[in-house]
């Protein structure tokens, strides 16, 4: 069994990838920002929820956009479990609305959770994992790092730049035998992302887009509806998806897992194509070894 860090635990797919793997027997350090404070209700019921079925999970305060809580948490978990073997990236935000209405600054705060987060957590956990020449990495992308939808391209622009970083990562640490993996969830509206989005911080410039500003309302009124018709996914799949990639023997997991329901499969092909030309691109540079994981020693 593994000592597994989950970021963003407090709610959603985070709080059920926590449990899930709970239930699996793994040490769980669900990780949280303020569980002592604006979160101390959600780390409670995260507590109680795997107690009652004879497990734990472990609550560590840990905010992805601050280095020193990122080492803080790592330094804690590290002294209680000895080493970390499974870092799940899980925390996230999303944004709605016209690129043109995000400023830098706000596309900055995005991509400060999105993307330098999971920098971050995997350069606090890379050096462990690979002195003993085994880990795995767990990236919660998106369907929406493959696939571009209007209105969505603050968000889906920090989820191609996350699969970037995580995709390079695969290759560069499979040889030391640490392992990456791209879970892609599709759109699952019962969790508390559409609560939590980063608004647009110029509004203003919809005005000159007429009828096509009024759009992305529209997409999010029936997001809305989906998630209160009862036929929404069941964001339970995303945490079922985490736990068989931990689960997987090293060395047979894929570099990308599609969980989308009910979606077009878009981004199953893209993933189809792009593994293809990823593999001609490595031979090209005679790396073809690189992405093969290393049996730990
Ligand atoms: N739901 C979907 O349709 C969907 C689809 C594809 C991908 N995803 C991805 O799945 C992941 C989880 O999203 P979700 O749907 O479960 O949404 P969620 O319920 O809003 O959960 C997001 C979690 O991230 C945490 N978080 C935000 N900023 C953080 C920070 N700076 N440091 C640490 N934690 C932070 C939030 O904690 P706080 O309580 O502290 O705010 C929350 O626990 C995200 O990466 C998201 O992009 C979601």
Redesign the pocket.
């Given at each position: 069994m593994s000592t597994v860090l989950v970021?963003?635990?407090?709610?959603?797919?985070?709080?059920l990838i926590a449990l899930e793997l709970a239930r699996e027997g793994h040490r769980v350090f669900a990780?949280?920002?303020?569980p002592e404070g604006?979160?101390a209700p959600?780390a409670e019921s995260a507590r109680a929820a795997a107690r009652a079925e004879g497990r734990a999970v472990e609550v560590v305060a840990?905010?992805?956009?601050r280095d020193d809580s990122v080492s803080a948490a790592v330094d804690t978990i590290l002294s209680r479990a000895g080493a970390l073997d499974v870092l799940v990236n899980?925390?996230?935000?999303?944004c709605a609305g016209l690129v043109e209405t995000f400023t830098p600054a706000a596309a900055q705060r995005v991509f400060?959770?999105?993307v330098y987060?999971p920098l971050r957590m995997a350069r606090a956990v890379l050096p462990g994992m690979r002195r003993r020449g085994s880990g795995l990495v767990v990236y919660?992308?998106?369907?929406?790092g493959r696939e571009v939808t209007p209105f969505l391209g603050v968000?889906a622009a920090s989820?191609f730049a996350l699969e970037a970083l995580a995709e390079s990562l695969r290759y560069e640490t499979a040889p030391l035998g640490v392992d990456s993996v791209i879970v892609?969830?599709?759109?699952?509206?019962t969790?508390?992302?559409l609560?939590?989005l980063v608004a647009p911080d110029d509004a203003a410039r919809a005005e000159g887009y007429g009828p096509v500003a009024q759009l992305p309302a529209g997409l999010f009124a029936g997001l809305g509806e989906l998630a209160r018709s009862g036929r929404a996914p069941d964001?339970q799949r995303?945490a079922d998806a985490v736990a068989a990639v931990v689960r997987a023997p090293v060395g047979s997991r894929p570099a990308r897992v599609v969980v989308d329901p009910n979606g077009s499969g878009g981004a199953a092909r893209l993933n189809a194509l792009s593994a293809e030309v990823q593999s001609s691109i490595l031979a090209g540079f005679g790396l073809e070894a690189l992405g093969a994981v290393r049996p730990a020693r």
């Open positions: 970021t963003g635990s407090s709610t959603g797919f985070g709080r990780t949280m920002r303020e604006r979160n959600a840990l905010d992805v956009t899980n925390a996230g935000v999303a400060d959770v999105n987060g919660v992308s998106s369907t929406l968000y989820k892609q969830p599709g759109t699952f509206p969790t508390a992302i609560g939590n964001p995303v």
